[in-house]
């Protein structure tokens, strides 16, 4: 049993508490059980009261009208943290000094100095730290996983990727909105481009193979497209070229460019044929493995991943509690190094395009 405790109350965060509060056995995992044990507003004790009403939370759930007051709890074991990506860096700091174990929300922190200063912080005080990228624990991609590595449609030679959220955020919500505020580091690049770049580095960087078992860092190139009234980048393209193995990933993400959700979100494209996922990269619904054939290419596999009841944060959350059971402080699907070389990917996009945040948000 994991004793969770959750900083922050909007969507993320009452879509994971929800997930938290499914019995796993609906799931089919049995070794593993959450116990959501508190939950924290910055602003008042009533917002976090209000919270646990909204997702029903058992009566034994502590709610706390700051952060700091979580973390001094010693009940709680590790904390889900799920606030703007301009407080990623300072609200993990705060917990991992408290001595708790942390699940932080993606894009993991700003930049790439401050992912290294929490991987080094977690690493000297023994503790578990984990960027929730929940898409590389839903049993679609590990599917998808044991099709590359056994070959089916050959060696993969290039990975296209997209996430769309199409909306006209600043007309909606205003320019004050984290979509769109550069004091809240927004934009597309951290908040979308993050789900296409994970597909990439998964399939071309963690799980491919060198004969020396080195794994070199993608070469970078990047445009995007800036919203004229606060400076964040609106639709953002990142192309990775993994010189060694000769291969390319392409991820491109946008705020207000609009897709079809059961579009084909990524296609895994290899030399015998294509891994099709249908669904944004994010949750992605399901696959169609595609041969090549003379003369054309036929479906030679259909396949469905449907989500059990909740949203499908529980499958991460699964895993940081077997990694708390076994004694580990790092996670094997999303390793703290591969994090920060991602981070720094969205770095090298951010300098080519001239997009930085306010010095605040940026310092460690």
Not at 159 to 185: K, Q
Request: glycine letters at 8%; charged letters at 20%.
């Amino acid at each position: 049993m994991v004793n969770w405790g959750i900083i922050s109350t909007g969507d993320n965060a009452t879509k994971f508490a929800k997930d938290l509060l499914i019995d796993p056995s609906t799931r089919g995992v049995h070794n593993v059980t959450h116990t959501l044990t508190a939950v924290a507003s910055s602003s008042s004790i009533e917002k976090a009261r209000t919270f646990l009403s909204a997702v029903n939370a058992p009566s034994t759930t502590t709610a706390y009208g700051c952060y700091d007051a979580l973390f001094a709890d010693t009940s709680v074991e590790i904390v889900y943290i799920t606030t703007p990506h301009s407080l990623h860096y300072q609200n993990a700091r705060a917990a991992l000094l408290a001595g708790k174990h942390v699940l932080l929300e993606k894009a993991f922190t700003v930049n790439t100095a401050q992912a290294k200063a929490l991987v080094q912080l977690a690493r000297e005080k023994g503790l578990f730290l984990m960027e929730a990228m929940w898409t590389r624990f839903f049993p679609l991609l590990q599917y998808v996983r044991e099709l590359v590595r056994d070959g089916k449609i050959g060696p993969v030679q290039r990975v296209v990727a997209e996430r769309n959220l199409g909306r006209d955020v600043e007309r909606l919500y205003g320019t004050e909105h984290r979509l769109v505020n550069p004091a809240l580091a927004g934009g597309a690049l951290l908040d979308l481009a993050i789900y296409p770049l994970t597909w990439i580095f998964q399939i071309l960087y963690h799980d491919a193979l060198s004969e020396d078992g080195v794994r070199t860092p993608p070469l970078v190139s990047s445009s995007v497209v800036k919203y004229a009234a606060t400076g964040v980048d609106e639709t953002s393209t990142v192309v990775l070229t993994f010189p060694e193995a000769q291969t390319q990933g392409v991820a491109t993400a946008s705020l207000r460019v609009a897709s079809d959700p059961t579009d084909v979100g990524v296609r895994i494209l290899g030399e015998r044929g294509q891994i099709q996922i249908f669904g944004p990269a994010a949750r992605p619904l399901g696959i169609a493995v595609v041969q090549y054939e003379q003369g054309g290419s036929r479906v030679i596999e259909e396949k469905d991943f449907k989500i059990p009841a909740g949203h499908g944060l529980f499958w991460e959350a699964d895993a940081c509690a077997r990694a708390l059971a076994e004694g580990k402080v790092e996670s094997e699907v999303m390793p703290l190094d591969e994090t920060v070389l991602i981070m720094q990917v969205l770095d090298q996009a951010r300098e080519q395009n001239g997009l930085r945040y306010p010095d605040d948000i940026e310092a460690c």
